[in-house]
């Protein structure tokens, strides 16, 4: 009986939808485009499904397509790991990514999961990036695995996206709210702050670009007034305002002294509110072995991180 699609058509359908076109993909795979698409259009013939959608942009992929990549990813990784185990060939090349609000301990267990790396060659990426694009990042499967927060604002919104877009939200841990602020800020010195004493400082946030919203905002009070705003679009920016402008940001109270030094301090802020951050995958696709191993350090700096009164 013949097989429903072979490795090689596997491992061209992955190039092409990591490509985002047929042009791009033949180029990179040394094969013929009207080969290349021909195989393409053989594979959904044989699935019954569209797996992609095309335009004169290019192609992406259908709700099925990210379905069947999540398989086709799959099966090549077992296949380049029978290879390994049975032909003396090198360790394949290990693969993830990952997309993230400006969280340090993310990059921390990011920083410790290319650590453990126990291969010659490998390809990881890390995105800190806006709300929106982690959502969409991990929905496409450009990235394993995207990691934002939610509380009782935004959670119906995200919740709803989520589950419209496929993805599955899974708790990491719950924090109070705190306020980041340079160590010489008269707030610094302070056991807790109220909204009320950070009038008079600038309010620093994270920019979420064209898709702006309050519910997407990486920071929680965000459709309270602030008289004084500045809006960055990376961290170490806004720990540097927070040195020269004496500004402040709302955040999980989570610092990392190894990235971001001693200048910077947390101070708990009087709301009734929480803030739950949790990671975010597609619900019917399988997690890679790498990106287990990416959970199980981010479990891991957690675990010495989080304040027991987070």
């Avoid at 569209?50 to 992929?61: C, V």
């Avoid at 670009?209 to 809006?231: D, M």
């Avoid at 739950?276 to 287990?292: D, F, K, Y």
Wanted: glycine share 4%; hydrophobic share 40%.
């Amino acid at each position: 009986m013949d097989s429903l699609v072979t490795l090689q058509q596997l491992k061209y359908f992955i190039e092409v939808a990591a490509s985002g076109s047929i042009t791009r993909a033949a180029a990179a795979l040394y094969v013929a485009q009207p080969s290349l698409s021909k195989s393409m259009k053989e594979i959904e013939a044989r699935v019954g499904r569209e797996l992609f959608t095309r335009t004169a942009q290019g192609i992406s992929l259908t709700p099925d397509g990210v379905e069947f990549l999540g398989y086709a990813r799959q099966v090549v990784q077992q296949a380049d790991l029978l290879e390994q185990r049975y032909a003396d060939k090198k360790p394949p090349r290990r693969l993830c990514s990952i997309s993230t609000q400006h969280y340090a301990f993310a990059v921390n267990a990011f920083v410790n999961m290319v650590r453990r790396a126990d291969t010659a060659e490998y390809e990881f990426t890390l995105r800190e990036t806006r709300t929106h694009d982690i959502i969409e990042d991990v929905a496409t499967l450009r990235s394993d695995i995207g990691i934002l927060y939610r509380n009782p604002f935004n959670q119906q919104v995200l919740d709803k996206i989520f589950r419209t877009r496929g993805l599955a939200f899974h708790p990491l841990f719950t924090a109070r709210p705190h306020v980041f602020v340079s160590r010489t800020n008269p707030l610094a010195g302070r056991a807790s702050v109220s909204p009320a004493d950070l009038a008079d400082y600038p309010c620093l946030s994270f920019d979420q670009g064209v898709h702006n919203s309050f519910y997407f905002a990486e920071e929680i009070l965000s459709t309270e007034f602030s008289p004084k705003a500045v809006r960055v679009s990376d961290r170490a920016t806004i720990f540097n305002l927070m040195i020269g402008l004496n500004g402040y940001t709302i955040s999980t109270g989570i610092l990392s002294t190894d990235l971001n030094g001693e200048n910077i301090v947390s101070v708990p802020l009087e709301v009734d509110d929480h803030i739950e951050v949790g990671w975010i995958a597609p619900a019917s696709v399988q997690l890679t072995g790498q990106a287990r191993t990416y959970l199980d350090e981010l479990e891991r700096v957690l675990a010495e991180e989080v304040d027991d009164d987070s």
